[in-house]
């Protein structure tokens, strides 16, 4: 009993500490931001809580694209932080307060504008990598998406968001993204993006409208999923994940693709 009581306390002071770093760096943030808002005279401070909360959700996005994923999650707390201080000051309109949204062309130069900033200019070339792939957006209940662009990921992934498309469909506000193939000639995204809706079963069971435009693609990727059935691993931030058992290298696996994409679609190369 005392053992257990223990690692209770263990457990409580930890969460306690966590909390505590993520209230200061939120405040830092905060700072960060002030100088960036737009002006707004008659309702100052939730001006500061909205751009803070567009801040976040752009950086959250920027860090996924690099795989960063202990960044990626901190900036998800600062989005539920800012948004929970942004309600209560909020703007009243015609039909209640006024919800937080991101428009699509200010989520886009919002995120070039992060983008300078964390990626100086000198640094570009050596920071530029190809775009044309598939990717996959993964809802905090494992429900996924998957798609394709022949632009930065990240610019889509925010549009997504913007727009309320993919696994923003139904509410959804913290996605993890990945990419699960890179390096895709664009004549091929078509095919390869079938492949993966039958392979993740985002068609039947996720947030993919359509199963694309290769119909034949799209059977295979089924097939490749009922001979390797994937399972659900859950990460540090309570979002699943699907993953399979390694296997033979795919020809089509990119290597800078990152590692769950990566692995299910070795794992399926025999069926391909």
């Not at 530029?128 to 990240?154: L, M, N, W």
Request: hydrophobic share 35%.
């Amino acid at each position: 009993m005392g053992q257990l009581f223990g690692r209770w306390r263990q457990a409580r002071a930890k969460a306690t500490a966590e909390r505590e770093f993520t209230e200061r760096a939120f405040a830092s943030f905060l700072q960060e931001t002030r100088p960036l808002v737009p002006r707004a005279p008659k309702h100052y401070f939730a001006a500061l809580y909205r751009h803070a909360w567009k801040r976040a959700a752009v950086l959250e996005v920027l860090y996924q694209s690099k795989s960063d994923t202990a960044r990626a999650s901190l900036y998800r707390q600062f989005q539920k932080l800012a948004a929970a201080r942004y309600f209560p000051v909020a703007p009243v309109g015609p039909y209640g307060r006024i919800p937080l949204r991101m428009e699509a062309a200010a989520a886009t130069r919002l995120l070039e504008a992060e983008s300078r900033r964390l990626l100086p200019q000198k640094d570009k070339r050596q920071g530029r990598r190809p775009s044309a792939c598939i990717y996959r957006g993964t809802c905090e209940a494992g429900r996924v998406y998957i798609g394709q662009t022949q632009e930065a990921p990240e610019r889509r992934w925010i549009q997504h968001r913007a727009e309320g498309t993919g696994p923003f469909k139904d509410g959804g506000q913290y996605p993890n993204w990945d990419i699960v193939e890179g390096e895709v000639p664009p004549a091929k995204l078509d095919e390869r993006e079938s492949y993966y809706i039958g392979l993740f079963d985002t068609f039947e069971n996720g947030y993919n409208d359509t199963r694309g435009n290769d119909w034949e693609a799209y059977g295979r990727g089924c097939a490749a999923r009922r001979s390797h059935p994937p399972r659900w691993r859950q990460g540090a931030n309570g979002s699943a994940s699907l993953v399979a058992p390694p296997a033979a290298a795919s020809s089509a696996a990119s290597p800078t693709a990152p590692e769950d994409g990566q692995s299910f679609a070795r794992s399926c190369a025999a069926t391909e």
